[in-house]
């Protein structure tokens, strides 16, 4: 199966944007068990190459067609060098992620090992991820950034609760939309061998680690609460928002004159020692959002929210009862219909 590099699929028609609003999540994830069971045993001889979907986490990612099923997947590969011992517990590892059953988690299809290299094959997203998703608009609204914070969440608890783990990379490439405007976290740590082999071959982001993980502090649930409020200012923004030199200038689309020329490790002192970055109160933002981001950038770990208290807020709260349009929303940005206006729908 080859690989040709600068393909891009073709954005999602406008006609998709009225389907099925009212249908349920766990009906969606009855389809997913119904498509994997349909695809069943993998085999990578039996895919064809659509195209290339981005890179990330010591891998590339494909669109791939399973021929006997006629299903559409994503497909992961990463070229790690290891033993038979460690690629046995690897595969092994990676045997949890289907049991892996949340509206909140890209579906899990298998995974195999063949020439050097883990492939994953995973539930395709034709709204793919949110830096996807930032590089054909402007900024995210907020009414936008409600819904993904909620998914968000319920995500992070379904891992926590049912398989005991972070998430240990939130950020917008790992989270993925799609045209029935449902929003799912993928590259979540199950496996500790290969995230350990990863490690071992790829230099992965820094950018959203939290400061007490770049200080080589102990760490908990409340680093994924800081990358996922690190997450919403950059896609409330439009831009990466470490350093900041003034929020307003930022959402008006001025880089902060440093972010260009900083070194990776000027970058990580800036997070440890820096104020953490934030975004502009009303008129443009909610007293609301701007706190909920606020809170969740605190230095302290223990000053943030954890699981339990952050559904409490009053933007999650309200996020959770406002009706809002994402699959809408999703094919204008994919179609390059103007999608920014902070109105909800």
Request: aromatic share 8%.
């Amino acid at each position: 199966m080859s690989r040709r590099d600068g393909f891009r699929p073709p954005p999602l028609p406008l006609e998709r944007i009225r389907h099925e609003r009212e249908e349920e999540p766990n009906d969606r994830l009855e389809d997913f068990f119904n498509r994997r069971q349909i695809v069943g045993n993998l085999n990578p001889d039996d895919l064809v190459y659509m195209g290339d979907l981005g890179q990330g986490n010591g891998g590339f990612v494909t669109k791939v067609k399973h021929v006997p099923s006629n299903q559409v997947l994503a497909r992961k590969v990463i070229r790690l060098e290891v033993n038979v011992a460690e690629k046995n517990r690897i595969m092994q590892e990676l045997e949890v992620l289907k049991d892996c059953n949340s509206p909140y988690i890209v579906g899990y299809f298998g995974a195999c090992h063949r020439n050097g290299e883990i492939n994953l094959f995973m539930e395709y997203m034709d709204g793919r991820s949110l830096d996807s998703i930032l590089s054909k608009t402007t900024r995210i609204r907020e009414d936008i950034l409600g819904k993904i914070t909620l998914s968000v969440i319920k995500g992070l608890t379904y891992l926590r609760e049912k398989l005991n783990i972070m998430h240990r990379d939130i950020k917008p490439s790992n989270i993925l939309v799609n045209s029935h405007g449902q929003v799912k976290l993928c590259d979540f740590g199950v496996s500790g061998q290969l995230i350990d082999s990863i490690a071992q071959t790829f230099v992965g982001t820094k950018q959203y680690m939290s400061p007490e993980r770049l200080g080589g502090k102990s760490y908990s649930v409340q680093s994924d609460i800081w990358s996922l409020g690190l997450t919403l200012v950059e896609l409330a923004l439009g831009m990466y928002p470490i350093p900041q030199h003034d929020p307003m200038r930022m959402y008006e689309g001025e880089a902060s004159p440093e972010a260009s020329r900083m070194p990776v490790f000027a970058l990580m002192d800036s997070i440890i020692n820096d104020p953490p970055p934030t975004i502009p109160g009303p008129p443009i933002f909610t007293a609301e959002f701007k706190d909920f981001v606020d809170r969740c950038l605190k230095k302290l770990p223990h000053e943030r929210f954890d699981l339990r208290t952050i559904v409490q807020h009053k933007f999650v709260q309200n996020a959770e009862m406002s009706h809002v349009d994402v699959d809408l929303w999703v094919c204008q940005v994919c179609s390059g219909a103007n999608a920014t206006s902070n109105v909800t729908v």
